[in-house]
T-cell receptor
Framework: GENVEQHPSTLSVQEGDSAVIKCTYS??????FPWYKQELGKRPQLIID?????GEKKDQRIAVTLNKTAKHFSLHITETQPEDSAVYFC????????????FGAGTRLAVHP | NAGVTQTPKFQVLKTGQSMTLQCAQD?????MSWYRQDPGMGLRLIHY???????DQGEVPNGYNVSRSTTEDFPLRLLSAAPSQTSVYFC???????????FGPGTRLTVT
């Protein structure tokens, strides 16, 4: 069945360091891969996404890379700041459902000053 | 635009009670969905709809019903609440042909 695995489940870094979160997906027909950030008690917010015809996308301090052959994609945050502390979710589109997304279990990122 | 709205924000139910979680969006989005969020399990899809009158099941549909009589509204009904349904529920919507989904603020449900 459709599945997205996300690692690590928790990540602790010092302010200014880089953070990397990795996801693998099971269905090679998936073609859209978003990342959501969820602060404590808030709703998930889309922070960056990538489509299968692109290998990398950047937006200021965040970037996402996609390896279609290996069926994995990663979120990279550089120069981390305390306000980056949150839970991050990756997702992959399901080819079997219009707009349907399958989410990973989440990574809790803590950035220490 | 208010975006995606959900009511109530918090709810406590007793086992066996029924209730409806409300979700509305004002962005004329065709796609709407309901997720539940439990610690360590991410967001799991309960039901979704690709337009008025069309609904389908997600990963964890048991114990929940939905209907979509208008583009704007997508209520989630719990028929007979169970403690296993204690969770945070998020509604989301997305536009036609676009994968981006926008989430509502969530409803925290406790079943005792």
């Amino acid at each position: 069945g459709e599945n997205v695995e996300q690692h690590p489940s928790t990540l602790s870094v010092q302010e200014g360091d880089s953070a990397v979160i990795k996801c693998t997906y099971s269905d090679s027909a998936s073609n859209y891969f978003p990342w959501y950030k969820q602060e404590l008690g808030k709703r998930p917010q889309l922070i960056i996404d990538i489509r299968s015809n692109v290998g990398e996308k950047k937006d200021q301090r965040i970037a996402v890379t996609l390896n279609k052959t290996a069926k994995h994609f990663s979120l990279h945050i550089t120069e981390t700041q305390p306000e980056d502390s949150a839970v991050y979710f990756c997702a992959a589109s399901s080819p079997r459902g219009y707009n349907k997304l399958i989410f990973g279990a989440g990574t809790r990122l803590a950035v220490h000053p | 635009n208010a975006g995606v709205t959900q009511t109530p924000k918090f709810q406590v139910l007793k086992t066996g009670q029924s209730m409806t979680l409300q979700c509305a969006q004002d962005m004329n989005h065709e796609y709407m969905s309901w997720y539940r969020q439990d610690p360590g399990m991410g967001l799991r899809l309960i039901h979704y709809s690709v337009g008025a009158g069309i609904t389908d099941q997600g990963e964890v549909p048991n114990g929940y019903n939905v209907s979509r009589s208008t583009t704007e509204d997508f209520p989630l009904r719990l028929l007979s609440a169970a403690p296993s349904q204690t969770s945070v529920y998020f509604c989301a919507s997305g536009g036609r042909g676009k994968y981006e989904q926008y989430f509502g603020p969530g409803t925290r449900l406790t079943v005792t």
